[in-house]
């Protein structure tokens, strides 16, 4: 293990079974930009508390400055030997600056150091969630537009049920990534970067010095650093809504699973994104829609592992918020994937119109609740005509029979209200559609 920020009470060396179970440089250097962004901050907050001269500011600043441009550049070592992504940060501007370095966690705990990190880290990520969530929407309101006047029959229980747009059933998905970005804009909107918790008591610089801003990020004084070091709600949201999201997707990529069947072949997956068989060669499998179904166990939990760590935590903080990290990197990099290829995906689907129409064409339950509101504009009260319709939907089945091709007289016999040639013209698939005008198009 290299060189450690703390150590001065010891006596004995870190045990090294102790020294690879502890540390998180492993993943938490995913916040290295970020905790320099903070550093160079922090800098200049030292400066005007007097705690540091211009000339050291200058200094400090300038390196970190370096290894900022040097991780963007992704030419920044990470050392696996250090404790953690601030220790490397640490000893590399030690390496530099020699001693100087050492007065750059003056006022400061890593404790409140990592949570303004994790803010950053996750603005940034929601922001990208939010752009390739607009992606896909964008990708839907475009399979929209290509399957304009498609109708295809509609679901509950996994069972036909009326007639409905195949646009209306793939703008349903837009609503919910609708309601997904709102939440990403509140989960934004509601972090706020503090400085000045230190481990958890505070620290000596003027609370004013914080509210100043920097680099266009807004810094905010800690109104109770206790609350503050020990806060993870923000990491819960997050995942919450990530979960959220990802079940969203995870529907989506069911109904294409099924609808993909030869049982149903309503369409058909581009081959970019299908796999085959290692032993049957006619094998065209939706692995990818699966992988987007079965992720869903994961990011639900990650999201029960940081509420299952964080229950019982005494106020303060403790090591083991450490662990808020690995579940939140691999919940933005799960939903970011899905997202992207997704938004691919759906562009490239190809609609079997002739089969949905003869599935259409096959069953005429289809239109029973269209039949209903018939009866119920010639006076019938509702829940007869519910009856009367439901009779005449399973006679149809038991005799083979269609209502369209039924006459007069036999149609008599479940109401007097029936006429065919009316009947007729009800049993077609967009003027079923067409009659629900409660919908705003």
Known sequence: MTKKMWGGRFKKKTDPLVEEFTKSIDYDYKLAKYDVLGSIM????????????????????????????????????????????????????????????LKLHTARSRNDQVLFD???????????????????????????KKAKGIIIPGYTHLQHAQLVYLSDYLGSFIEMLERDNKRLENIKNSMKLTLGAGALAGTPIDAKLYKKEAKGIKIEPTTNPIDTVSDRDFVIEILSMLSILGMHLSRLAEDLIIWSTKEFNFVELDDAFATG????????????????????????????????????????????????????FSSFEIIAQELQILAKL????????RVIKKRIEEDEALYATDLVYYLIKKGVPFKRAHDIIGKLVKF????????????????????????HSEIARLLDPLVSVKSRISIKR
Not at 396 to 419: H, V
């Open 118 to 144: 994790l803010k950053l880290f996750c603005a940034a990520e929601l922001n990208n969630i939010q752009g390739l969530s607009l992606a896909l929407m964008e990708s839907l309101k475009t399979v929209c």
């Open 42 to 101: 922090h800098v200049l907050i030292l400066k005007k508390s007097s705690l540091i001269t211009n000339k050291e500011a200058e200094k400090l600043g300038s390196a970190l400055k370096k290894i900022y441009n040097r991780i963007e550049k992704k030419k920044f070592a990470i050392d696996r030997k250090a404790e953690d992504i601030h220790t490397n940060i640490q000893n590399a501007i030690e390496k530099e600056l020699g001693s100087l370095a």
């Open 277 to 328: 068989s290692s032993l049957m060669p006619q094998k065209k499998n939706p692995d990818v829609l699966e992988l987007i179904r079965g992720y869903t166990g994961t990011l639900n939990g990650n999201l029960i592992s940081v509420l299952t760590m964080m229950k019982g935590l005494s106020l303060g903080y403790n090591r083991d918020m450490q662990l808020d990290k690995p579940p939140l």
């Open 346 to 353: 759906v562009e490239r689907l190809a609609w079997n119109r």
């Open 396 to 419: 149809s089945l038991d005799k083979g029979r269609k209502i369209k091709g039924m006459k007069d007289t036999e149609l008599a016999k479940f109401s007097n209200k029936f006429k």
